[in-house]
Nanobody, 128 residues
Framework: VQLQASGGGLVQAGGSLTLSCAAS????????VGWFRQAPGKEREFVAC????????NYADSVKGRFTISRDNAKKMVYLQMNSLKPEDTAVYYC??????????????????????WGQGTLVTVSS
């Protein structure tokens, strides 16, 4: 599976942005997909993930209620809708794919080591 993230940019606080993750590979529909982010000088952190069917999602507490992850397996796309953006959301955002044994996501799906394939990242900058 190859992944390519896009959609980043500069937005004012309170604004919205949608990130896209385009995937290649015939078995994309069997992968759990996650979004992670890394701010300057900080470690990479989990943002959100979605099960292979799209029926189960999990979010970091810091984005819960503001971000929405979704996927379209027919188009091999995963999206991250980000609303009410804050300056602390500024980071490089990465999408990642991993094979997990069940079609449900939870705390076990939040570790970066659960994901085998990573996109190149897209920069989101939120100005105050």
């Amino acid at each position: 599976v190859q992944l390519q993230a896009s959609g980043g940019g500069l937005v004012q606080a309170g604004g919205s942005l949608t990130l896209s993750c385009a995937a290649s590979g015939r078995t994309f529909g069997t992968y759990t997909v996650g979004w992670f982010r890394q701010a300057p000088g900080k470690e990479r952190e989990f943002v959100a993930c979605i099960s292979w069917s799209g029926g189960s999602t999990n979010y970091a507490d810091s984005v819960k209620g503001r971000f929405t992850i979704s996927r379209d397996n027919a188009k091999k796309m995963v999206y991250l809708q980000m609303n009410s953006l804050k300056p602390e959301d500024t980071a490089v955002y990465y999408c990642a794919a991993g094979l997990m044994s069940i079609n449900i996501v939870g705390s076990w799906s939040t570790g970066a080591d659960r994901y085998d394939y990573w996109g190149q990242g897209t920069l989101v900058t939120v100005s105050s």
